[in-house]
Every structure is written in structure tokens, then in C-alpha cells.
């Protein structure tokens, strides 16, 4: 089974949530404020709660439900990952000390500078540098450029090098026009590996258009199109509505619109909105929203999001983004977290990181609990490879997860009441969710955000930040 580290009091912990195995050992902190900031008045409330709950500590190290030494070789902890090293992601592969589990100070995107640095940009827009291959990172500060700080209070929704050797940046920034907030999408670019940066262009074809997109899903195709799935997003917050966590318990509607450019961002243009007209009109109108966009084996354009019907949607281009077949569902079940679909730039096989959750866990409470991940050698036609990465305490811990109820509109956490507290050994919902996939030199990184909460409708305070946790894996 698969752990995963956090960080608590400037100790690293991991959880084995099968057997409350704990262990802890010291690390640098990663909230510069220290314990009377309030991350780490959160990560101290934390980590009293975890040892309240009666969890050990340990003097060894448990990897995968094996004793291990902290030089585990990388092709043992495949193995008991589930991962078949004759597959096509991790075929080849050299064994040698493995530094999995690292926390990362940001969650965004990142890009290697020629002289080995990696630079990871996060919400903000904030960045932090690592020159040992992210072993440890330099403390986030804000982007400077011009002498003034990039304005984004949005997600970093690019950061790629691309073929010509620039690398570019695109963001999210939002502003108040009268009672509603609308958001915009923004784009830099530099010449010097991200030491200075361009003026700041727009993506939004008008000013009073609102589009967002998921962080990191911008991608650059074979023959140079930079394409990235945005999405409009229409809501009515209306007056005594039931209140719960998620979009599906607020009337909401997304559609999807493909932005590409050919010439590195300069100008964009923009397919017609994607959304699901389930069973040909007959089922209604189902919203698509954070996307990702990927170039498959067969050189077609695969799409692929959540819906709230409990299933995954999915459609293709064959033109480079501007025309799309038939939105449809397909036989992933998935709550409407986002998910992440990258592909292997070694072996062209795609890699899915997301929340995969029965109707019922949904229901239940626990939408982000389970976080998995599967391999596709076919263009996404067909699956394999399921491992679960994270599992919350009160769920069953599967690779793969197979619903017999049918696709359908399902609200997160309708079966608790306010003030519910889950019936586990954590007393809570463990959350593990917005995944990434970077591939860095022979290695897939996957990181996400895990937090803890004792119900779904649990206040910003008694929310309990946990980290950035990262599952390092060698590819192909």
C-alpha cells in the first residue's frame, strides 16, 4: 500500500491508514511564518488531533506495508505499487535510492532551466527554485517583473518550455464588476529561462467574458499549437439555497472552450463551447468544466473532465482543437473533483490521476477521498494499471473502482447532516485532491493538496491544512 508524508510541527509524518502506523523525523519547515502563523497554527491543531486519535510512533520506516531501509530500490517500490515495471510508464527502469514523498511548497506548475534548476510557479503568482532536483526549495516569494509583482489571484494555468527554447507563463487574475466576480485568463513569456519576463498579454477574447481554467493544463502540441482547455462557468447563488462543500450544491453550469495559438500566444482562437447533452437531449444539459487536453499515440487531441453524473466525459479532435466529436460519458467513475491527464513524453501512453469514488462514498461525504491513478497504451480508449495513491480513513482502499449504481447527478455529502462527524479512527475526512503530473528527467512526479476537515461543513478554521504531498515514480 502506498503512503503519504506530511509535514506538522516541522516533523515529517506519514500515515499508514490500515494500521495507524506513524513516523515521524525532522524536517525544515515549510511555513516560513512558523507555528504562530496561521499554517502553522493550523498544521499544530493538526497534529494534536492525529496524536489524540492514538497513533504510534514508530523508529523505522514502512513503505508499501514493507519494512524498508530509506535506500528502498525504486523497482521494489513498483513492485508493491502495483505498477508492473514491464509496462509501458516505468519499463527499463534503473533501480536506485528512492527520495519519494517529498512536500513541495507550492502547487502549480514547473519547468527545468538549462542549468538544472527547477522553478515551480503556484497561485500568486509565487515561485520557488530547487537546485537539487527538488530535494529542497527555496522559500515562495512573488514574481517580479518590471520592477512589479504579477498581479494573479488565480491559479498558474501554464508553465512549459517550449520547442523554440522561451518558455511561457499563463495565469488566472480575477476583478469585481458590481456583485459579480469575473475572472481572466493572462499569458507572459521570456527568452531567458524565466529570469525576466514579457509585458502581459490577454487570452479572453473580451473583456466582459469570465473564463477560467484548471492549473497546469496548458499544453504545446507536435506541431507547436500551444492549446489550453478554458471553461466558462454561470451560477446563481440564490437567497436560503442548502448549503454544503462543492459545486454541486450551488446551481452551476460549465462549458468548455479549447483556446489554441500558433504562434507562442500571440493570438488565440477559440472552439465552440463542450458540454454533455446527455442521452441526445433526452437526460438534459450536463456541464464541463477543468478540463485537460492531451496529443495521443494516433496524433488526435483526447479531452477529458469530470461531470457531477459520477462519470467521466470525454471527446476527440482530429484537427488540432477546432472541431470535437460527441461529448460522452465513459465508464470512469469520478466525483466533479479535477482530475489530471498527461501524456508520457517518452512512450506517448497517457497517465490519469484523479478522485475515483463510488456514487455512495460521494454521498457519504467522502468526493476526495480516494485519489487513483490508471495507465492508457490505446489513446485513452481503454484503462489499466489502477492504483490507489491516497485513501481516506472510513473508505475501503481499491485500485479499481467499479459502480453499479448508473451515471447520474449526485451532491457531495447529501447523506450527512451539518455538524456530522465521520464514524473512522481520524474523525474526519482525510481530502486528497487537484493532482499534478510533472516529468522531469526520468521521473513522474505527482503532487496534490490533502487537508483535513471533520465534516463537509466544517468552517475555514476548523479546516486543517496538511501539504503538498508528492509520489515520486521513474518513467520509460
Known amino acids: 500500500m502506498c503512503q503519504v508524508a506530511f509535514c506538522l510541527r516541522g516533523k515529517r509524518v506519514r500515515i499508514d491508514h490500515d494500521t495507524t502506523f506513524v513516523e515521524t523525523r525532522e524536517i525544515p519547515a515549510i511555513h516560513s511564518g512558523g507555528p504562530s502563523s496561521a499554517a502553522g497554527r493550523r498544521q499544530t491543531e493538526c497534529y494534536k488531533r492525529l496524536t489524540s486519535r492514538g497513533l504510534r510512533y514508530e523508529g523505522g520506516l514502512t513503505i508499501m506495508g514493507r519494512e524498508r531501509s530509506h535506500c528502498m530500490q525504486r523497482r ?40 538544472g534548476q527547477i522553478v515551480l510557479m503556484g497561485r500568486g503568482v509565487n515561485f520557488s527554485v530547487s537546485d537539487n532536483g527538488g530535494q529542497s526549495w527555496s522559500t515562495p516569494k512573488p514574481l517580479v517583473s518590471d520592477g512589479e509583482a504579477v498581479r494573479a489571484d488565480g491559479d498558474v494555468v501554464g508553465l512549459l518550455r517550449l520547442a523554440s527554447g522561451k518558455v511561457v507563463l499563463s495565469y488566472v487574475r480575477s476583478r469585481q464588476d458590481g456583485t459579480r466576480r469575473r475572472q481572466g485568463i493572462f499569458l507572459r513569456t521570456s527568452a531567458d529561462d524565466g529570469h525576466t519576463w514579457s509585458g502581459e498579454s490577454t487570452l479572453t477574447p473580451f473583456p466582459d467574458d469570465d473564463l477560467s481554467a484548471l492549473h497546469a493544463s496548458m499544453v504545446q502540441l507536435r506541431s507547436g499549437r500551444l492549446v489550453l482547455p478554458a471553461y466558462a462557468r454561470y451560477s446563481h447563488d440564490y437567497p436560503g439555497r442548502p448549503r454544503g462543500l462543492g459545486s454541486t450544491w450551488l446551481p452551476e453550469y460549465r462549458i468548455t472552450v479549447i483556446l489554441a495559438s500558433d504562434d507562442e500566444g500571440r493570438t488565440w482562437q477559440y472552439s465552440p463551447g463542450l458540454h454533455l447533452w446527455k442521452d441526445l437531449g433526452h437526460g438534459g444539459l450536463v456541464g464541463c468544466g477543468e478540463a485537460n487536453v492531451v496529443e495521443t499515440k494516433d496524433g488526435r487531441l483526447m479531452m477529458l473532465a469530470s461531470t457531477t453524473n459520477m462519470r467521466m466525459v470525454s471527446s476527440y479532435s ?32 497517457l497517465l490519469l490521476v484523479w478522485n475515483q469514488v463510488t456514487a455512495r462514498e460521494h454521498r457519504d461525504g467522502f468526493g476526495r477521498g480516494r485519489l487513483s491513478m490508471a495507465v492508457s497504451r490505446d489513446s485513452g480508449e ?29 451532491r457531495e455529502g447529501e447523506n450527512m447532516s451539518p455538524g456530522q462527524v465521520p464514524d473512522n479512527a481520524m474523525g474526519g475526512i482525510v481530502c486528497s485532491t487537484r493532482p499534478n503530473v510533472s516529468f522531469l528527467e526520468g521521473e513522474v512526479l505527482i503532487d496534490y493538496r490533502r487537508w483535513f476537515i471533520p465534516n463537509l461543513w466544517a468552517s475555514e478554521s476548523e479546516r486543517q491544512e496538511i501539504t503538498q504531498a508528492v509520489h515520486v515514480l521513474p518513467t520509460a
Open 382 to 410: 481503454t484503462w489499466d494499471d489502477f492504483t490507489s495513491l491516497a485513501t481516506s480513513p472510513g473508505m475501503e482502499r481499491v485500485a479499481r473502482v467499479v459502480d453499479t449504481e448508473p451515471p447520474g447527478f449526485v
Open 318 to 349: 482530429s484537427d488540432g482543437g477546432e472541431t470535437w466529436s460527441y461529448v460522452d460519458l465513459n465508464d470512469l467513475s469520478t466525483s466533479d473533483a479535477p482530475l489530471r491527464l498527461v501524456r508520457n513524453p517518452q512512450t506517448d501512453d
Open 76 to 115: 521494489d517500490f513498483l513492485k508493491t505499487a502495483g505498477l508492473a515495471t514491464g509496462g509501458a510508464l516505468v519499463s527499463g527502469t534503473q533501480a536506485r535510492a528512492d527520495h519519494h514523498l517529498e512536500a513541495l511548497p507550492l502547487s502549480g506548475a514547473m519547468f527545468r532551466r538549462q542549468n
